[in-house]
């Protein structure tokens, strides 16, 4: 196992973000913050900064941290300068980091999530390709670090397809909310348990019209609960399509 970043992704990386919109004022803010949390000292923990330009005062201070900080740092770096996952050359970076330098990583997202959760999932979706394909890629997103908005964005289509699929119609997932309850009941479940799933799906894309559509602040510890949530719908429905009304 490597003991380090190479000093060469990392001068990579310092180039790509300071391209993308980094400034000099805020590449000192955040770098110091890092400095701060982890009680490192940085050489350029002012602006204006002795350095020739931004991408070297940048690539300076990043040198100061431990790989396993380096990684941290240049990955939220990249949800922060590129939270929609429109530019392609951060993306291509936070790809190369997971891809190539996971191992600095302290917790892999993929391991969040309920595996066996996603497997049984997959297998509720094979007689949905359409629906599966959505599932599959937000999942490959989730798993690569990249695209949190856009994951959120394919795991919310991806429902919206399914309940089209059940209920034969084209409406929005915020208009198949009183279907869902008496898809429940329809299916031996209580009122109780309509009622509930009512309520979630409601707080569901109420979540997802916040978070997604009108912010690109994603919550990243978030993601994993509306993936696994996602899930639970999902199985819970083709569950009961089994069931004769």
């Known amino acids: 196992m490597r003991d380090r970043i190479p000093t060469a992704f990392i001068s990579f990386a310092a180039t790509e973000m300071t391209s993308s919109g980094l400034t000099g004022s805020k590449l000192v803010e955040i770098t110091s913050a890092y400095a701060a949390d982890f ?9 204006p900064f002795e350095s020739p330009n931004k991408r070297t005062a940048l690539l300076d201070n990043l040198l100061c ?24 050359s951060l993306v291509t970076l936070k790809v190369k980091l997971f891809s190539e330098y996971n191992e600095f990583a302290d917790q892999d997202n993929s391991e969040a999530i309920h ?13 949905h390709p359409e629906v599966k394909k959505l599932f ?13 908005r856009n994951t959120l964005d394919d795991l919310r289509l991806a429902l919206e397809l399914l309940v089209r699929r059940l209920f034969n119609n084209q409406k929005s ?3 198949q909310i009183s279907l869902l309850g ?3 009941k329809d299916r031996g479940g209580s009122s109780q348990l309509a009622n509930m ?15 997604v559509k009108h912010d690109d602040a ?28």
Request: charged share 25%.
């Open 218 to 245: 994603v919550i990243t510890a978030e993601i994993e609960f509306v993936f696994e949530l996602t899930c639970s719908f999902m199985k819970h429905f083709l569950r009961l399509k089994s069931v004769q009304s």
């Open 115 to 127: 595996r066996t959760l996603i497997v049984e999932t997959q297998h509720w979706l094979s007689d």
């Open 197 to 211: 799933f009512e309520r979630l799906v409601d707080y569901y894309t109420k979540y997802q019209n916040t978070y």
């Open 65 to 88: 941290f431990a790989p396993k900080q380096q990684y941290q740092i240049i990955r939220e770096l990249c949800d922060r300068l590129n939270p929609d996952g429109c530019i392609a």
């Open 182 to 184: 008496q898809y429940v």
């Open 39 to 47: 009680g490192v000292d940085i050489p350029h923990a002012r602006y």
């Open 173 to 175: 997932l915020e208009n």
């Open 136 to 148: 599959d890629e937000a999942l490959q997103k989730h798993d690569h670090g990249v695209f949190r």
